[in-house]
């Protein structure tokens, strides 16, 4: 039997990082912190032979006419910097820099991110043909996370403390933080005592 390959999409803003603003916004590499929990949470999965990648929405630059495109590869550059330093692994971004007006199909809830970061780890590939193969996580705060994670196939873990699942009457998992997120995943692992790296 072929190992499973485990791959947690995580969305970033709410989920791994915080912001210091009062508008929850983050556009300079000082206005975050991290969630709390969130650096043990990176160093788990990826000593349990997890692959990460994150998947997230950022459209600051539309938002406000001081913040540019520039700037906000910049601060994911350097929010990816401190997460593979901490987790010691590779951890790609994919980002959408679009906003609602743009109609993008890479924005959450639409799917698109979520597809290239699967297939960037397996090209040309989808959850329907590598289903045997792959387990797929889709972890973040908003529904928006929930329904693109639902729309691409993957399983969907949400994190918040209070229940995501009155919101649009959708049922689904969810955790007070990534931590606690990502310790269940572990515990639905189909192949914990395999490590891949
Ligand atoms: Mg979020
Ligand atoms: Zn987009």
């Known amino acids: ?68 495109h520039q700037r906000m590869e910049y601060l994911m550059g350097y929010v990816r910097g401190a997460m593979e330093e901490v987790a010691q692994s590779s951890i790609p971004f994919f980002v959408c820099y679009h906003d609602v007006k743009h109609s993008c199909s890479c924005r959450k809830p639409h799917p698109g991110a979520l597809r290239r970061a699967f297939n960037y780890f397996c090209p040309g590939g989808g959850l329907t043909t590598e289903r045997d193969e792959w ?31 009155s919101l649009g009457g959708f049922q689904y998992r969810y955790r007070p933080t990534l931590l606690d997120a990502v310790k269940d995943i572990l515990l639905c692992d189909r192949s914990p005592n395999e490590d891949l790296h």
């Open 1 to 68: 039997m072929k190992p499973i390959k485990k791959l947690a999409m995580l969305d970033l803003n709410g989920t791994v990082i915080k912001s210091r603003r009062d508008d929850g916004f983050v556009t300079t590499r000082d206005e975050w912190t991290w969630e709390d929990g969130a650096p043990e949470a990176l160093q788990l999965l990826a000593n349990n032979g997890w692959m990460m990648a994150v998947v997230t929405n950022q459209p600051a630059e539309h938002r406000f006419p001081n913040v540019t």
């Open 135 to 165: 387990d797929v996580w889709m972890v973040g705060d908003k529904l928006s996370d929930i329904e693109a994670g639902e729309s691409f196939g993957a399983n969907v873990c949400g994190v918040n403390s209070t229940p995501l699942a």
